[in-house]
């Protein structure tokens, strides 16, 4: 069983920034495909962020540059800078890892953002 826990969601006004976290844990050995997505109420879940194990990553299209995801080196935890968040990002954004084919997802962790 691997196991993923979020952290960093929470309320921040339009133009600001937050950073996400997620630490998988049990089991999982060796470095996957880690990202980030996001589901706001009535929409579909759509790609934020992810890195593959070479360190590439993709973005969604509406990302323009304001995100950054990242991998902490040799540990399967990734990170999500965020800035100049709009209020329609607002969203339950979830955490992702794709072990052997297999999609792992977090919990989820709620962002908000205020106009």
């Known amino acids: 069983q691997v196991q993923l826990v979020e952290s960093g969601g929470g309320s921040v006004q339009s133009g600001g920034s937050l950073r996400l976290s997620c630490a998988a844990s049990?089991?999982?050995?060796?470095?996957?495909?880690m990202g980030w997505y996001r589901q706001a109420p009535g929409k579909q879940r759509e790609l934020v962020a992810r890195?593959?194990?070479?360190?590439?990553?993709n973005y969604g299209d509406f990302v323009k540059g304001r995100f950054t995801i990242s991998r902490e080196k040799s540990k399967p935890t990734v990170h999500l800078q965020m800035s100049s968040l709009e209020p329609e990002e607002t969203a339950v954004y979830y955490c992702?890892?794709?072990?052997?084919?297999?999609?792992?997802w977090g919990q989820g962790t709620q962002v908000t953002v205020s106009a």
């Open positions: 890195i593959l194990p070479n360190g590439s990553t």
């Open positions: 992702n890892v794709n072990v052997l084919s297999r999609d792992v």
């Open positions: 049990g089991r999982i050995f060796g470095i996957y495909p």
